[in-house]
């Protein structure tokens, strides 16, 4: 067989059933095997490369499979980069598969030539260019381990033409099938450790844990649910953790850091003793600057990927492990040691939300135009079913969510980009959650900066007839970058304001079933209306800059 129909058996075999991507010259023979072979993969077109990636990268993080995109050479190759980069930083396993000029004609300046290899080397966990066809099945295999095992994360394989024409050996089709899900082959805790990251916790006068999103991909919920119920233990998280435990559990904290935590929650951090951070690196916005937790509390670190440990924080116990295995030690040793003395975490929490909550609905209940973000929040909440999935780009969504919409389930609900934060991601990190979870609803949230990174990608919703609903926050700025102007620069508003768009009319021209909604009191009836509709829908919301708005980042308040 060809290179081309090897790798589609390849894919096969490894059970993938979705690749998110965009044609192109170098990609002819791959395509052609797609087209001639039976194999059970839906191919969905995009409009550009980066969406590809983004698809995929919303899939995996539902489904729990690795997701596959691909693109072609030359401007393809780095157009795909964005959203390769964020799933990676992300620990989210996705394949990024290129085309590339022949193998024949490298050097000899032939069109879309680029090194491949050393583009994505700094950006992926494993590289490499399948320059031989024989190889090509052992290198397929060797990425989807790289993928799924250890710390997961994105590979990439570049794939010369020549390499698609070429023969290999039929023989050499198998998969290891536990790479077919991640995490794999999971590292488990040291006893030891355990043992003593235990002795401090029972011990220990005011501990928290701050959940990062290594306990949402390896699906550690039971497990934290014991290990801070043992201890009545705050539990809170960053904006990737959220998901880890509902909100409404009466130890959680909700979130904590500069976007979207509040002083109430903030104060639990820094009146604690010990600090277990669990599949958290411990960064910037979670620690706000690496103010809170102050220096001196001990820390007990749980990562499965060594170099994060103490990279932030002295560490009195390092746990390398998998998160739900890490906690089902933790949650066994506790058991073991009787009654055990309480850390008072449920009045801890308590408190904290009455604080959050009664802020929150001194402004979700505001009836003035243009409409406040936190109303926005509350609309969402009363009209929403609890197992939707809601996918939120950076800028004017992630705060709100991250402070206020409160999760009743654990679990994966919530999906942001918050390794680079790239805007438009949203819309496409949707549609591969919708492919990856079709029975539920999926919401994607933008601002308008965004909206103008991904409308194209309305035209692939429509033509798979995608139920998704887009909500778009409309006030003509880049309101990050505007309210770090007002609260940082002395209100100098430079270059970040843009003429309005009528969004509603933008989507309706692509087929979306849009509204725009400038009134506080339109916005659950039509919310309701978008989310009953059977194809692609749009509420376009006239809103308040985020430079105006009360929103919940430390550094604006400040």
């Known amino acids: 067989m060809s290179g081309a129909e090897a790798l589609v058996r390849m894919l096969e075999a490894h059970g993938v059933t979705h690749i998110f991507g965009l044609c192109g010259d170098t990609t002819l023979p791959f395509y052609d095997a797609m087209a001639r072979l039976d194999h059970g993969i839906s191919h969905i077109l995009t409009r550009d490369e980066r969406h590809a990636a983004y698809m995929a990268d919303g899939y995996a993080r539902v489904t729990g499979k690795p997701g596959v995109c691909e693109g072609p050479s030359g401007g393809g190759a780095t157009y795909i980069l964005p959203g390769v980069i964020e799933a990676s930083e992300s620990s989210i396993p996705i394949l990024a598969i290129t085309s590339d000029v022949a193998t024949t004609s490298r050097g000899k300046y032939p069109l879309t030539e680029l090194d491949q290899v050393a583009l994505f080397e700094p950006l992926t966990k494993w590289n490499a260019s399948l320059d031989d066809a024989a190889s090509l099945p052992a290198m397929l295999r060797k990425a989807f381990r790289a993928m799924t095992t250890g710390r997961p994360g994105a590979v990439h394989l570049a794939l010369p033409y020549d390499t698609q024409k070429n ?120 620690t706000e600057r690496w103010r809170s937790p102050p220096r001196g509390r001990t820390i007990i670190h749980i990562d499965s990927d060594p170099m994060v ?50 802020d929150f609905n001194k402004l979700s209940g505001n009836e ?52 680079h934060g790239a805007l438009g991601w949203s819309l496409g990190a949707a549609m591969g959650a919708h492919v990856g979870r079709p029975e539920v609803k999926t919401i994607s949230v933008m601002g308008d900066g965004s909206f103008g990174f991904c409308c194209g990608e309305f035209e692939t919703m429509v033509r798979h007839n995608m139920p998704i609903t887009a909500i778009v926050f409309s006030n003509a700025s880049f309101g990050w970058i505007k309210a770090g102007q007002n609260s940082g620069f002395d209100k100098r508003f430079y270059n970040v304001d843009f003429n309005r768009t009528d969004h509603a009319a933008v989507a309706s021209a692509f087929g979306v079933k849009s509204w725009t909604v400038s009134e506080p009191a339109d916005l659950e009836p039509v919310l309701a209306k978008a989310f009953a509709h059977d194809g692609p829908t749009l509420v376009d919301i006239i809103s308040q800059p985020l430079h105006e708005a009360a929103a919940p980042v430390s550094e604006w308040v400040a």
């Open 167 to 286: 023969p290999t050996d039929g023989d050499e089709i198998w998969a290891d099938r536990r790479h077919r899900t991640f995490p794999v082959e999971r590292a488990a805790a040291d006893p030891e450790a355990v043992t003593q990251a235990v002795d401090i916790l029972v011990k220990a006068k005011s501990a928290v844990a701050i959940c990062g999103g290594g306990p949402v991909i390896s699906g550690a919920f039971d497990a934290l649910q014991q290990v801070v119920e043992a201890l009545d233990m705050p539990v809170a998280t960053t904006v990737s953790g959220q998901g880890t435990i509902a909100e409404t559990h009466p130890l959680a904290l909700g979130v904590v850091g500069s976007n979207g935590g509040i002083p109430a929650t903030r104060a639990v951090i820094d009146e604690a003793d010990v600090i277990l951070f669990i599949g958290c690196r411990a960064g910037s916005v979670t």
């Open 368 to 419: 003035d135009t243009p409409i406040r973000p936190a109303r926005v929040m509350a609309a969402l909440m009363n009209t929403l079913n609890d197992d939707a999935t809601i996918v939120a780009d950076p800028g004017t969504p992630c705060p709100y969510f991250s402070a206020y919409y409160r999760w009743p389930r654990a679990g994966r609900h919530f999906i942001t980009n918050r390794a």
């Open 309 to 358: 440990i103490g990279a932030n924080y002295k560490t009195e116990v390092a746990i390398c492990a998998d998160a739900r295995l890490a906690l089902e030690a933790l949650a066994a040793e506790l058991a073991g040691r009787g009654a055990l003395p309480s850390q008072n975490g449920t009045a801890k929490a308590r408190t904290a939300w009455d604080v959050k909550l009664g």
